[in-house]
């Protein structure tokens, strides 16, 4: 069963690729995920897992999941040494999933990079994440039915979809890379066991450095919302009052962000206010299921308690010198005589960020 799944993968992403036929199938070793990490003598070690197709005549087909290693001072020649691993041909260009250990990711991901955002034949879709440790452990994780590449290609795209990971691939992130005064966010993952593995929130960029620090699902969730990058619907649990036991999980319909710049160009001093208007709906109150819900104070403690949120979010972020709202490329374009005074490195963590949410109850479900 499991040989058809892979067999499927292949498939599919040849076809989106648009270069299905017999040559590209047969005799080839299809890269679809990519893991990098740091060993302890400061090499790269690379993790490769690939998808060797032979052909076996009468339409017939082997299809083998391998893992190959390799590890080398620079990453330039892995590609080669991984060559010589296997016989026939090896196609990088369609892998889906990079993976950057922590170590690794905290030296910088641009010199790992730089190679796929030049390939002319490069899938310039192909989705990057942090690993919690190394990579070799999450791409080297054993599931069921289908290629770990493709799981943690969903995983991220179903994020992505459910609005608690940015929406974010090679392409974007090389350009986001060129550009100062904006950072990255991007998928923190982590194997649990053996054979599981999740995305346990978003790791936190400066510049093109790891800093160290993550966000969970919960709080990337609101801080995508004050980027203003809500895709269908996101959905929050909220504890409003411990003591009481008083919880809610909300789904955020629609919002409204606004971001306003404040320079003193006397002195440098940036403020940035971040207002959000939030309509909302309840999916679940379980502390009020025998009492009509005032919605007005329902709407006033749940603004009060994302609020402290958004605060909590700014502290994290300006600890780790990672400023996805692009506050200093506003400062950079709108003021630019002070932009050329800051150091924003060090600046921006004096930044007054100023969080505000309110928001509108539109929809209680029908047992309220």
């Known amino acids: 069963m499991k040989k058809w799944h892979l067999l499927l993968y292949i498939l599919m992403s040849l076809m989106l690729a648009g270069c299905w036929d017999q040559h590209h199938l047969v005799n080839k070793t299809f890269v679809n995920g990519i893991g990098y990490d740091l060993t302890e003598e400061g090499n790269v070690k690379v993790t490769v897992r690939t998808v060797n197709i032979k052909g076996k005549g009468g339409g017939q087909f082997d299809v083998e999941d391998i893992l190959l290693f390799a590890e080398q001072e620079m990453q330039i020649g892995l590609g080669t040494e991984i060559d010589s691993m296997v016989a026939g041909e090896v196609d990088f260009s369609q892998a889906h999933i990079i993976l950057i250990g922590d170590e690794m990711a905290k030296t910088g991901i641009n010199q790992l990079l730089e190679f796929y955002y030049r390939g002319k034949d490069a899938n310039i879709a192909k989705k990057v994440a942090i690993t919690k440790g190394t990579a070799e452990s999450v791409i080297s994780t054993e599931i069921e039915k289908s290629p770990i ?96 036991d008083e919880s809610i999980r909300i789904s955020t319909k629609q919002v409204k962000r606004k971001l306003d710049i404040e320079v003193d160009e006397k002195n440098g001093n940036v403020m940035a206010s971040i207002n959000l208007k939030l309509k909302i709906g309840i999916d679940s109150y379980p502390h009020n299921l025998n009492k009509n819900i005032n919605q007005n104070e329902l709407s006033q403690k749940i603004s009060r308690e994302l609020t402290k949120q958004a605060k909590e979010i700014t502290n994290i972020l300006q600890e780790a010198n990672c400023d996805p709202f692009g506050i200093g490329l506003r400062v950079s374009t709108t003021y630019p005589e002070t932009w050329e005074k800051l150091n924003w490195d060090k600046d921006f963590k004096n930044v007054t960020i100023k969080p505000n949410v309110e928001v509108e109850i539109i929809k209680t479900g029908s047992i309220y």
Do not use: C, H
């Open 149 to 244: 590449a493709f799981f943690i290609l969903q995983a991220i795209e179903g994020g992505e979809n459910a609005s608690y990971l940015p929406d974010e691939s090679i392409s974007s992130i090389w350009t986001k890379l060129l550009t100062q005064g904006r950072d990255l966010l991007l998928p923190y993952m982590e194997q649990v066991t053996p054979e599981k593995i999740r995305i346990a929130g978003v790791a936190l960029m400066d510049g093109d450095k790891f800093s160290g620090k993550t966000l969970t699902i919960e709080q990337s969730s609101l801080l995508l919302l004050m980027m203003d990058e809500l895709k269908k619907t996101s959905q929050m649990y909220l504890v409003l009052d411990e003591a009481k």
